[in-house]
Protein backbone atom coordinates (compact mmCIF):
# COMPACT_ATOMS: atom_id res chain seq x y z
CA UNK A 1 0.00 0.00 0.00
CA UNK A 2 1.54 3.07 -0.89
CA UNK A 3 1.44 6.20 1.27
CA UNK A 4 2.99 9.68 0.71
CA UNK A 5 3.84 11.40 4.04
CA UNK A 6 4.42 15.09 4.43
CA UNK A 7 5.72 17.22 6.66
CA UNK A 8 7.27 20.41 7.68
CA UNK A 9 3.77 22.33 8.19
CA UNK A 10 3.83 24.97 11.12
CA UNK A 11 2.73 28.35 11.98
CA UNK A 12 5.08 31.36 10.74
CA UNK A 13 4.88 35.56 10.81
CA UNK A 14 4.90 36.92 7.63
CA UNK A 15 8.01 36.77 5.70
CA UNK A 16 9.02 33.71 7.36
CA UNK A 17 10.55 30.53 5.55
CA UNK A 18 9.42 26.71 5.97
CA UNK A 19 10.55 23.78 4.07
CA UNK A 20 7.78 20.93 3.24
CA UNK A 21 8.82 17.48 2.65
CA UNK A 22 7.21 14.42 1.48
CA UNK A 23 8.49 10.92 2.01
CA UNK A 24 6.59 7.79 0.24
CA UNK A 25 6.11 4.48 1.82
CA UNK A 26 5.99 1.34 -0.71
CA UNK A 27 6.49 3.52 -3.76
CA UNK A 28 9.81 5.25 -4.98
CA UNK A 29 9.73 8.31 -6.95
CA UNK A 30 10.16 7.62 -10.55
CA UNK A 31 10.08 9.93 -13.76
CA UNK A 32 6.39 10.51 -13.50
CA UNK A 33 4.99 13.80 -12.19
CA UNK A 34 4.93 14.62 -8.83
CA UNK A 35 4.02 18.28 -6.93
CA UNK A 36 2.76 20.16 -4.38
CA UNK A 37 -0.77 21.25 -4.35
CA UNK A 38 -3.06 23.31 -1.56
CA UNK A 39 -6.51 23.67 -0.39
CA UNK A 40 -7.40 26.91 1.87
CA UNK A 41 -10.57 26.76 3.96
CA UNK A 42 -13.10 27.55 1.73
CA UNK A 43 -11.46 27.00 -1.34
CA UNK A 44 -10.66 24.23 -3.89
CA UNK A 45 -7.52 22.73 -4.40
CA UNK A 46 -4.92 24.52 -6.02
CA UNK A 47 -1.48 23.73 -8.02
CA UNK A 48 1.52 25.53 -6.18
CA UNK A 49 4.96 23.55 -7.86
CA UNK A 50 5.27 20.64 -9.74
CA UNK A 51 7.35 18.69 -11.64
CA UNK A 52 6.22 16.93 -15.11
CA UNK A 53 6.79 14.11 -16.67
CA UNK A 54 10.03 15.24 -18.23
CA UNK A 55 11.56 16.79 -15.28
CA UNK A 56 10.48 20.47 -15.91
CA UNK A 57 9.05 22.58 -12.66
CA UNK A 58 5.70 25.02 -13.05
CA UNK A 59 4.64 27.30 -10.33
CA UNK A 60 1.25 28.60 -9.29
CA UNK A 61 1.97 32.37 -10.43
CA UNK A 62 1.18 33.10 -6.46
CA UNK A 63 4.89 31.42 -5.38
CA UNK A 64 6.66 32.47 -8.40
CA UNK A 65 9.63 33.47 -7.28
CA UNK A 66 9.15 32.27 -3.59
CA UNK A 67 8.60 28.88 -3.75
CA UNK A 68 11.00 26.18 -4.65
CA UNK A 69 10.20 22.40 -5.50
CA UNK A 70 13.19 19.50 -5.61
CA UNK A 71 12.98 15.88 -5.74
CA UNK A 72 16.24 14.34 -3.93
CA UNK A 73 16.24 10.35 -5.51
CA UNK A 74 18.49 9.24 -3.57
CA UNK A 75 16.73 9.99 -0.61
CA UNK A 76 13.10 9.26 -2.10
CA UNK A 77 12.11 13.00 -0.93
CA UNK A 78 9.97 15.78 -2.59
CA UNK A 79 10.88 19.31 -1.12
CA UNK A 80 9.21 22.40 -1.42
CA UNK A 81 10.70 25.31 -0.29
CA UNK A 82 8.67 28.13 0.79
CA UNK A 83 10.28 31.75 1.39
CA UNK A 84 8.69 35.04 2.23
CA UNK A 85 5.40 33.67 2.85
CA UNK A 86 1.98 35.69 3.07
CA UNK A 87 -0.81 35.58 5.02
CA UNK A 88 -2.40 34.30 1.47
CA UNK A 89 -0.58 30.96 1.87
CA UNK A 90 -2.10 29.72 4.56
CA UNK A 91 -3.50 26.34 3.62
CA UNK A 92 -3.33 22.67 4.07
CA UNK A 93 -0.60 21.49 1.89
CA UNK A 94 -0.80 18.30 -0.36
CA UNK A 95 1.88 16.39 -2.10
CA UNK A 96 1.39 14.25 -5.03
CA UNK A 97 3.02 11.47 -7.03
CA UNK A 98 2.62 9.01 -10.20
CA UNK A 99 1.33 12.14 -12.45
CA UNK A 100 0.87 11.95 -16.09
CA UNK A 101 0.77 15.12 -16.60
CA UNK A 102 3.35 17.89 -19.15
CA UNK A 103 4.12 21.47 -18.04
CA UNK A 104 1.54 23.93 -16.06
CA UNK A 105 -1.05 21.06 -16.91
CA UNK A 106 0.01 19.69 -13.86
CA UNK A 107 -1.14 22.26 -11.59
CA UNK A 108 -4.78 20.89 -12.08
CA UNK A 109 -5.18 18.62 -9.53
CA UNK A 110 -7.43 16.78 -11.94
CA UNK A 111 -5.92 17.06 -14.72
CA UNK A 112 -2.35 16.06 -13.88
CA UNK A 113 -3.97 12.79 -13.20
CA UNK A 114 -1.51 11.90 -9.98
CA UNK A 115 -2.42 8.75 -8.80
CA UNK A 116 -1.27 9.02 -5.36
CA UNK A 117 -1.82 12.01 -2.80
CA UNK A 118 -0.71 12.46 0.99
CA UNK A 119 -2.71 13.38 3.82
CA UNK A 120 -1.75 16.92 4.05
CA UNK A 121 0.17 19.60 6.60
CA UNK A 122 -1.04 22.56 7.75
CA UNK A 123 0.81 25.94 7.26
CA UNK A 124 -0.40 28.66 8.91
CA UNK A 125 1.05 32.51 8.09
CA UNK A 126 0.06 35.28 10.59
CA UNK A 127 0.68 38.82 9.54
Known amino acids: QVRLVESGGGSVQSGGSLRLSCVPS????????VGWFRQAAGREREGVAV???????SYADSVKGRFTISRDNAKNTLYLEMNSLKPEDTAMYYC?????????????????????WGQGTQVTVSS
Open 26 to 33: GYTYSRYA
Open 51 to 57: IDIDGVT
Open 96 to 116: AAEGYCSGSWCLDPLGGKFGF
